[in-house]
């Protein structure tokens, strides 16, 4: 698959993840064959008003490339602008949002809000390609809802609007995260467009990626998946390559990430702020774990790193004798 001169053999993306796909997470889904990285979504008001907590989202290092910096918005000037913002903080190419469902996004027309509005859609589109010399790639949803999907007049849309790729969410904005993704739109979205295709919501094993890259789909992405397993991208690459199912990480290989995970966390956001929001990822760590009441009772209570670090090596150690 091709975006720019990006050239990527059906690539698995990590998916942009408020809160969650920070450097540290990306780094480390990156070096579990996640093959495309996007940023959390920044807003392009905030951009081009050079606010420091949005800014610092835009943060990339050397060894994480290729990687998309993703926008949001429905402002046309704005976008334009966040757009040469992107390129010049060093993204490989921008991604715009237009799937985020939460009410004070798509409520005011941007995000998933862009989908009651094509022509909006459309100015949104062509405000960020006049923005960037980058390659510009679009993400969102069927539709605002069941009875009115959009996908196939978007997915026409952009590409004659020459956007690099097309990553959808296959749920209505309505939807949120109920349901089950409805991949059976994604052939129907090749017939219409030879757009690449990014095939997104409920990839979490092996076999639904397979199942996706039988549908048509040109690269998956995948987001909670890589929450609960950042190891999922080497899993799947490993499937599609042999055909086998690799076995789960042994628990000493998993603890090792984990406190690898969390002193690059402490060290990216500062301690105490890292160590907090650190405690969303215990659990991917600690999954078919047994006996960890205890454990998770004090990952949950520790502010300290270092205190962490001891308590997981002294669990380790009483599990292995
Ligand atoms: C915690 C969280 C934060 C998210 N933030 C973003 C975001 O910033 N930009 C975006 O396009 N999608 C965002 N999403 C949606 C995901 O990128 C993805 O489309 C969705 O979770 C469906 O994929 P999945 O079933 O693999 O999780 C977010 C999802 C989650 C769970």
């Keep these: 698959m091709r975006i720019g001169n990006i050239d990527i053999d059906r690539p698995l993306c ?35 008003r050079n606010i420091a907590r949005v800014t610092q989202k835009m943060e990339l290092s050397p060894s994480e490339r290729p990687v998309a910096i993703q926008i949001y918005g429905s402002a046309e000037e704005s976008m334009e602008r966040a757009a040469a913002i992107a390129q010049e903080a ?56 069941q009875d009115t999907i959009v996908i196939l007049d978007v997915a026409r849309m952009l590409q004659d609007l020459g956007v690099g790729a097309l990553t959808v969410h296959c749920r209505t904005r309505v939807q949120g995260y109920s ?27 092996p076999e639904d990626a397979d199942t996706c890259f039988r549908l048509g789909c040109d690269g998956l992405m995948i987001g909670r998946g890589a929450i609960q397993n950042p190891w999922i991208f080497r899993h799947i690459r490993h499937y599609l390559d042999t055909g086998e199912i690799l076995p789960d990480m042994p628990l000493r290989e998993r603890f090792t990430l984990c406190i690898r995970h969390l002193r690059a966390q402490a060290d990216y ?24 009441a205890q454990l998770r009772r004090s990952l949950m209570e520790l502010e300290e790193t270092e205190l962490i670090v001891e308590r997981l090596e002294q669990f380790l150690k009483e599990q292995e004798a």
């Excluded at 799937?99 to 005011?108: D, E, L, N, S």
């Excluded at 509005?117 to 405000?127: G, I, K, N, Q």
């Excluded at 650190?278 to 600690?286: D, G, I, P, S, T």
């Design 90 to 145: 060093g993204a490989d190419f921008i991604d715009i949002n237009c799937g985020c469902w939460v009410k004070k996004i798509a409520g005011r027309g941007d995000g998933a809000g862009l989908l009651r509005d094509l022509h909006r859609f459309e100015m949104v589109v062509r405000s960020v390609l006049k923005g960037t010399t980058l390659p510009v790639t679009v993400k969102t949803r069927l539709g605002w809802d």
């Design 179 to 205: 349901g089950v993704a409805d991949w059976s739109w994604l052939p129907r979205i090749k017939q219409v467009s030879d757009i690449p295709l990014i095939g997104n919501g409920d990839i979490k094993t």
């Design 14 to 48: 990590l998916a942009p993840m408020e809160d969650v796909t920070d450097p540290p997470f990306r780094a480390l889904c990156k070096e579990n064959g996640a093959d495309l990285l996007y940023t959390e979504f920044v807003s392009g008001e905030a951009l081009i």
């Design 269 to 292: 956001r500062g301690e105490r702020r890292g160590v907090l929001s650190f405690r969303k990822n215990y659990a991917a760590y600690l999954k078919g774990v047994p006996n960890i």
